[in-house]
């Protein structure tokens, strides 16, 4: 199993920057991807970014060009750079971790452990 615990959520205003972090325990070795989904109450989760084992990385539209996804050789720490940071970005991000090769990156069934959650406020 691998255990994710985040950080780095907080409240800013519209047009600021965030850094959100995800530090990753346990069976790291066995990760094929990792991700960062977002939740607002009363709605679906959905997913915001992904990276995979061999670095490449996707992007839901709402936030391509605003927010980049890294993760440190190995798994041990999932990094989201949140700028220009809008309103309709708050929500509850997770970090999520993957020991499965293959499926779409923005499912949230692809994944196989999550973190619980940091809470991104963004004011107007």
């Known amino acids: 199993q691998v255990q994710l615990v985040e950080s780095g959520g907080g409240s800013v205003q519209a047009g600021g920057s965030l850094r959100l972090s995800c530090a990753a325990s346990g069976y790291t070795a066995r990760i094929y991807s990792m991700a960062w989904f977002r939740q607002v109450s009363g709605k679906e989760r959905e997913g915001v970014a992904a990276i995979d084992s061999d670095g490449s990385s996707s992007y839901a539209d709402s936030v391509k060009g605003r927010f980049t996804i890294s993760e440190d050789n190995g798994w041990s720490t999932l990094t989201l750079q949140m700028n220009s940071l809008k309103p309709e970005d708050t929500a509850m991000y997770y970090c999520?971790?993957?020991?499965?090769?293959?499926?779409?990156?923005?499912?949230?069934?692809?994944?196989?452990?999550w973190g619980q959650g940091t809470q991104v406020t963004v004011s107007s």
């Open positions: 999520a971790a993957s020991l499965r090769y293959g499926g779409s990156w923005s499912s949230s069934v692809k994944y196989n452990s």
